[in-house]
């Protein structure tokens, strides 16, 4: 895998976790374009940029109450950019 050989430095430090593994999280939109590889890359086409409408937000961790405390901020953080904050 392309991945496992690659030399970027700052993916070095999550390679290990799917090292070796048959399978791992691919998180695709309907087309098939790859958007993220949690928790090893972010896709380039999911990007933000000043006119982006519509987001997708995902956390990936080991503790659900963890996940959903980092979801929930973010989600709050980003809800003052809104017409209606939630």
Same mark, same amino acid.
């Given at each position: 895998? &392309?991945?496992?050989? %690659?030399? #970027?430095?700052?993916l070095k430090?999550y390679?290990? *976790?799917?090292?070796?593994?048959e399978?791992?999280? $691919?998180i695709?939109?309907?087309?098939? *374009? $790859? ?5 090893i890359?972010?896709?380039e086409?999911?990007k ?7 987001? &997708?937000? #995902?956390?990936?961790?080991t503790d659900?109450?963890?996940?959903v405390?980092?979801?929930?901020? $973010?989600?709050?953080? &980003?809800?003052?950019? %809104? #017409?209606?904050? &939630?």
């Amino acid at each position: 895998m &392309f991945l496992l050989k %690659c030399n #970027e430095s700052h993916l070095k430090p999550y390679l290990p *976790i799917i090292a070796g593994k048959e399978r791992y999280p $691919v998180i695709r939109d309907s087309n098939g *374009i $790859v958007l993220s590889m949690p928790p090893i890359i972010n896709g380039e086409h999911s990007k933000i940029h000043l006119g982006t409408r519509n987001i &997708f937000i #995902e956390a990936t961790a080991t503790d659900l109450q963890k996940a959903v405390i980092v979801l929930d901020t $973010v989600v709050t953080l &980003f809800s003052q950019y %809104c #017409e209606k904050p &939630f």
